[in-house]
């Protein structure tokens, strides 16, 4: 059973960077697609950016282009994502999720198999 961990949240000033980790174990990273979402409080979860299987496509929303890159690090079993320019509107939780099956980032995530418990991202002055 696949299991993932996010880490990297944490409180920041406008304009700041974080870096998200999932760390997977129980199975290889590379065998899946993984996106990132968020949720807000009050707010529907929102497809954040995904990286396909293999040497897949990426993906990201038109909200956080040029802003954030989701990358992978197969040999430590982990995909990041990097965050600059953060905005107010960025704070939420952020989840990481995975399939073996969304081979072109083209599928909600809310469809995906795996999930990991969250990691809070509050970007404030």
């Known amino acids: 059973q696949l299991q993932l961990v996010e880490s990297g949240g944490g409180l920041v000033q406008p304009g700041g960077s974080l870096s998200l980790s999932c760390r997977a174990s129980?199975?290889?990273?590379?065998?899946?697609?993984i996106a990132w979402s968020r949720q807000a409080p009050g707010q529907a979860r929102e497809g954040v950016s995904c990286?396909?299987?293999?040497?897949?496509?990426?993906s990201y929303a038109d909200s956080v282009k040029g802003r954030f890159t989701i990358s992978r690090d197969n040999a430590n079993n982990t995909v990041y994502l990097q965050m600059n320019g953060l905005k107010p509107e960025d704070t939420a939780v952020y989840y990481c999720?995975?399939?073996?099956?969304?081979?072109?980032?083209?599928?909600?995530?809310?469809?995906?198999?795996?999930w990991g418990q969250g990691t809070q991202v509050t970007v404030s002055s």
């Open positions: 999720a995975a399939t073996p099956y969304d081979f072109y980032c083209s599928a909600p995530v809310i469809g995906y198999e795996y």
């Open positions: 129980g199975g290889t990273l590379d065998y899946y697609s």
């Open positions: 990286i396909a299987n293999g040497d897949g496509p990426t």
